[in-house]
């Protein structure tokens, strides 16, 4: 039986915790808002799939975001992990929760040569099973393994291993996914990156350079006009956009990758993909050339196509190029580094300003410095218990100018 001491003892603990837990959502409250800050030029975003976000990081989703990016949930690896199966729980409670506090949904990302789970690519008649098992026993037995590209996720073997299904199936497996998800959330979620990162890295700029394994072998490159075609079926409605990184680099010059997705877009327009626009995702650094980002949603724009930020980050510390294995940089953060920082964002703040008429929407790719593919390099607006960092205050401050 509960005593009158450990009542009073409860209650005393009462009266400490939600003193401090409302002054928490007041700090939150009291935060001028991005959103506010540029209505009327672009939509703010953020990426979560909003599984486990405290009370403080939902009152600032509210405070600061009009539209969401799901950062795992829609990839087909966890949405389509086996042909019969799809897990739409996590996004059906996504969009439910966003319609609910007046928040547009962005979808992400309906093709991707990572996180692209195998039975899209494999031939699964017995026969080629049979096939299949007997060179594996070989390999084993010989105590040699394969040189295959991770295609199926992060790092592992994946899609073009093993025997293949033919280009007609798995097309049509594709065709499915794409029909299937975009055409639950018609309506819901208002576009989608339907294809995303397709240009390999450090090519010249003479061609696509598509990467050379995925769907880009198993289909080719008409794979991306297929797929604008079926999601624009799927969802007349939505906006359609090719997304990548570091398609910005090499603008001002006309080389690189920027090129090369020039190339991309011209061939997908010519092919009468239903194309809106398209997203660069700005995973950049302290150091990253703000020429070449401005020069390439000009050179956008004058395709006919809109813009959007997709993933904005900036590092705090270490290089970023948008992929994986990069410098991550000193742990240990001079100040001057979050003020260079806020700088950076303030300068790109003001050419999204400049070029509003273009631009849709600049998503944040995260909640804080501690929810963001980025931790440890500080690269957000919020650190980990959500207080407002210099580069928030520049992006507020450049607002007004």
């Known amino acids: 039986m509960i005593n009158k001491s450990t009542i009073a003892s409860l209650l005393f603990t009462l009266a400490i915790v939600v003193p401090g837990y409302a002054q928490d959502i007041s700090k939150i409250k009291n935060q001028e808002s991005l959103k506010k800050a540029y209505a009327g030029k672009f939509l703010i975003g953020t990426a979560d799939d909003l599984t486990r976000i405290s009370d403080l990081e939902a009152a600032s989703i509210k405070q600061h975001y009009n539209i969401i990016t799901p950062e795992n949930c829609m990839k087909p690896q966890p949405m389509h992990p086996e042909e019969d199966t799809y897990n739409f729980e996590t996004t059906d409670a996504m969009v439910d929760w966003c319609e609910k506090n007046g928040i547009a949904v962005w979808g992400h990302t309906l093709g991707w040569h990572s996180q692209s789970p195998a039975w899209f690519f494999q031939d699964n008649s017995p026969e080629a099973q049979a096939k299949a098992k007997e060179e594996a026993e070989k390999e084993d037995s010989d105590e040699q393994r394969p040189n295959r590209q991770g295609f199926g996720g992060f790092g592992g073997f994946g899609g073009n291993s093993g025997p293949q299904a033919s280009k007609e199936v798995i097309l049509e ?36 350079n598509l990467r050379n394994y995925s769907w880009y072998t198993a289909v080719g490159p008409e794979v991306l006009t297929y797929a604008f075609k079926w999601a624009h079926e799927a969802a007349p409605d939505a906006q359609l956009y090719y997304n990548d990184y570091n398609i910005e680099q090499g603008a001002v010059e006309n080389t690189g990758k920027h090129a090369s997705s020039l190339l991309l877009l011209k061939r997908l327009i010519d092919e009468g993909a239903p194309i809106t626009g398209v997203g ?45 294995g990069v410098n991550q940089g000193d742990r240990t953060i001079p100040e001057e580094n979050y003020q260079m920082q806020a700088e950076v964002y303030r300068k790109l703040f003001e050419i999204f300003k400049r070029h509003s008429d273009v631009i849709d929407r600049v998503t944040f790719w995260g909640l804080s410095d501690t929810r963001s593919w980025r931790r440890g390099q500080d690269a957000l607006l919020f650190d980990g218990e959500l207080n407002a960092k210099p580069a928030f205050h520049a992006i507020i401050e450049e607002s007004k100018n």
């Open 280 to 324: 660069i995702q700005g995973h950049w650094h302290l150091d990253s050339n703000l020429e070449d980002v401005e020069k390439a949603i000009e050179n956008y724009a004058a395709l006919g196509l809109r813009v959007a930020i997709t993933e904005l980050d900036v590092t705090a510390t270490g290089d970023n190029s948008g992929a994986f």
């Open 173 to 208: 497996r594709l065709k499915d996914h794409i029909m299937t998800v975009a055409g639950r959330y018609k309506g819901r979620i208002v576009g989608w990156d339907v294809f995303n990162e397709s240009i390999a890295d450090g090519g010249d700029g003479t061609t696509e």
